[in-house]
Nanobody
Framework: QVQLVESGGGLVQAGGSLRLSCAAS????????MYWHRQAPGNQRELVAT???????DYADSVKGRFTISRDNAKNTVYLQMNSLKAADTAVYYC??????????????WGQGTQVTVSS
């Protein structure tokens, strides 16, 4: 069984920072790309940031220059450092990963989400 568990969400004032973490556990053989998505009330889920196994990154235009995605392959963990937060960043943040498990082959797995609320 594979699990992705996010942490680090919370309430922060506009202009502040938060660091999200997402740890994958279980019968993991390899993780390729890892992602952060977010979904605000009434909106579709959107891709925020991507990081490959080799460390190449990509960001949504709305977060470029403010958010940084990173990963620790030894810990099967992906991070999202969020700076200069805006009220528009308020959403549930989800991590997901393209992952090879010992029993299920290659699949895309999702975490349960963590709430980020930015007060203006």
């Amino acid at each position: 069984q594979v699990q992705l568990v996010e942490s680090g969400g919370g309430l922060v004032q506009a202009g502040g920072s938060l660091r999200l973490s997402c740890a994958a556990s279980g019968s993991i053989v390899m993780i390729n790309a890892m992602y952060w998505h977010r979904q605000a009330p009434g909106n579709q889920r959107e891709l925020v940031a991507t990081i490959t196994r080799g460390g190449s990154t990509d960001y949504a235009d709305s977060v470029k220059g403010r958010f940084t995605i990173s990963r620790d392959n030894a810990k099967n963990t992906v991070y999202l450092q969020m700076n200069s937060l805006k009220a528009a960043d308020t959403a549930v943040y989800y991590c997901n990963a393209d992952l090879l498990s010992a029993y299920g082959g290659w699949k895309n797995y999702w975490g349960q989400g963590t709430q980020v609320t930015v007060s203006s």
